[in-house]
């Protein structure tokens, strides 16, 4: 073939255009409404422990939850509530913190008003809020004390506590069908009419519709783009999505980004949490690592500056790239809180750390800062470019130290300046 014209029209690089959802205010940070993607999380310290949950909340919103949910379980845990909220404002620290309640919402609000004031939303799910006659009244009672703390709620239904009243009744108007759908896709109907049933409730009680906030979690990936692209069809109100009970590691990490991605480029999400179990003894604040490099690498917000790193192969037995790589990341998110304010635009930043000069040099012109570090068989000097130039090459021993020492330059000279941001503006 050779016909080198290239077409006009040909397939685009983006997501589809973003669904248009009502925007809610959640304690300042807007969700939906054509608002960026909120990244959230939530703590799995016992709420009632003030310490405990300050730190971890502290934690997740400084590497970047812009909501943190904690259990409001009992009493001693909404009695913990507002005290939190305080030493949260102690430290300096707004982000809005969402109670999670279960079973017994309704009192724990009316016992705890001073919680009540001190959360920033209510998530409720619809299938354990109560059984039977009791079952709207508690979810009224929730909504009434919405509307009197002027707060927005989550209606979110979980498949593994699915309204159990609700799913018979369509199973078996489903078994009376000619042609009955499987249980699966009656599952999913459920999971739906909950959610959209609830909201429409809670609309009818008084709740504002800029006040509601759905999702519809389920474990299974291909089950979760179902129910939301459904979901997303039915609805204008904002949408959190998240898969639950992704599981650990690589799996839950591969599970979340997979079933968010695939939605988010079909311009469905207002809000995510990637539902990670930590390993024992973890870092908590892995989710929201996970949410921000999904969100960033689909280019739909930049938090952090990124370092492409090649794989490695047998064309470098040295591990000095890898461990160059590991340590400018680390330095960077170590850094960024106060990079942030001091270099505004820093998150925008390239680097590119190769390990042969193969896709070395190609790539590190394509970075904003990058190196080339030598290969198997090849002389011991490592080219640096910079914004696409070749800048010179490192030699010796300290080649690693030195190109640390370039890229904090590199980002002093660019972002350091004042006069730079305003025009970058
Ligand atoms: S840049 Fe070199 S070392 Fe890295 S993957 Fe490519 S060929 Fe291998």
């Given at each position: ?90 430290l300096g620290l707004d982000v809005p913190l969402v ?169 469905i999400g207002d809000t995510i949490r990637v539902s ?150």
């Amino acid at each position: 073939m050779d016909d080198l014209t290239i077409p006009l029209e040909g397939p685009q690089a983006g997501p589809l255009e973003r669904r248009r959802t009502i925007g809610v205010d959640v304690g300042g940070v807007i969700v939906g409404g054509g608002a960026p993607v909120v990244v959230q999380s939530m703590t799995n310290t016992d709420t009632a422990d003030v310490d405990a949950t300050v730190a971890q909340v502290a934690a997740l919103s400084r590497a970047g939850s812009e909501i943190v949910r904690i259990t409001v379980d009992r009493d001693e845990s909404a009695a913990a509530v507002p005290k939190v909220r305080e030493r949260l404002e102690r430290l300096g620290l707004d982000v809005p913190l969402v109670g999670d309640f279960h079973y017994i919402g309704h009192k724990l609000l009316a016992d705890h008003p001073a919680c009540a004031e001190a959360l920033a939303k209510y998530r409720i799910n619809p299938g354990n809020v109560g059984f039977k006659s009791k079952k709207d009244a508690q979810f009224g009672a929730i909504i009434e004390m919405a509307i009197k703390y002027q707060k927005p709620v989550r209606i979110g239904v979980n498949w593994g506590s699915l309204d159990q009243e609700l799913l018979t009744r369509l199973m078996d108007a489903n078994n009376d069908l000619p042609n009955p759908r499987s249980a699966r896709a009656v599952t999913r109907e459920a999971i739906i009419q909950s959610a959209l049933m609830s909201a429409e409730l809670a609309e009818s009680i008084g709740l504002a519709r800029n006040r509601i906030l759905l999702s519809a979690k389920v474990s299974n990936v291909q089950d979760l783009i179902a129910v939301y692209r459904d979901l997303a069809g039915r609805t204008d109100h904002a949408l959190h999505l998240g898969l639950t009970e992704a599981g650990m590691g690589s799996k839950g990490i591969v599970a979340s980004s997979a079933a968010m991605g695939i939605l988010l480029q079909e311009g469905i999400g207002d809000t995510i949490r990637v539902s990670l179990t930590p390993e024992p003894g973890g870092d908590r604040t892995r989710e929201v690592q996970v949410a921000q490099e999904l969100l960033q690498t689909m280019g739909f917000r930049q938090f952090l500056p990124v370092v492409a790193a090649c794989p490695g192969c047998g064309r470098t037995t040295s591990t000095v790239f890898q461990e160059l790589a590991e340590k400018i990341q680390g330095d960077i998110r170590r850094n960024m809180p106060v990079w942030r304010e001091k270099y505004p635009g820093v998150e925008a930043l390239n680097v590119a750390v190769m390990g042969c000069i193969v896709n070395g040099p190609g790539e590190s012109k394509h970075a904003d800062i990058g190196i080339s570090l030598p290969g198997t068989g090849e002389s011991p000097a490592a080219p640096i470019f910079i914004d696409g130039q070749k800048a010179g090459t490192l030699r010796g021993p300290n080649i690693a130290a030195d190109f640390e020492v370039m890229v904090a330059d590199y980002i002093e000279k660019r972002f350091g300046s004042k006069d730079h941001a305003r025009t970058e503006a």
